[in-house]
Nanobody, 124 residues
Framework: QVQLVESGGGLVQAGDSLRLTCEAS????????MAWFRQAPGKERELAAA????????YYPASVKGRFTISRDNSKNTVYLQMDNLKPEDTAVYYC?????????????????WGQGTQVTVSS
């Protein structure tokens, strides 16, 4: 069993930055691919960023590429999402997710464990 706890959300203005943190329980964190998903009101959940278990490879959709950076510290069982140049359309609840594989996926159904979510609101 893996428990994920997100933190770092908040209300910011367009152009600002935020860093989200996800702390995981359990000894096998370094074997899990991790991802950040987000869900805006009235919209489907979508992938914001993903990272391989090793941390050597990452993936970003076009909507956030160049502005978001995912990273992980396997010694601390923690994954981060640095979000720069935030836009109002980034407003959403952000969820941390763990996949029982070393390779990430862009499909939320491939992830077995989820955090409770943290709200990010970007005002214009």
């Amino acid at each position: 069993q893996v428990q994920l706890v997100e933190s770092g959300g908040g209300l910011v203005q367009a152009g600002d930055s935020l860093r989200l943190t996800c702390e995981a329980s359990g000894r096998a964190f370094s074997t899990y691919a991790m991802a950040w998903f987000r869900q805006a009101p009235g919209k489907e959940r979508e992938l914001a960023a993903a990272i391989m278990a090793s941390g050597y490879d990452t993936y970003y959709p076009a909507s956030v590429k160049g502005r978001f950076t995912i990273s992980r510290d396997n010694s601390k069982n923690t994954v981060y999402l640095q979000m720069d140049n935030l836009k109002p359309e980034d407003t959403a609840v952000y969820y941390c997710a763990a996949r029982l594989s070393r390779i990430y996926s862009d499909r939320d159904t491939e992830y077995s464990y989820w955090g409770q979510g943290t709200q990010v609101t970007v005002s214009s």
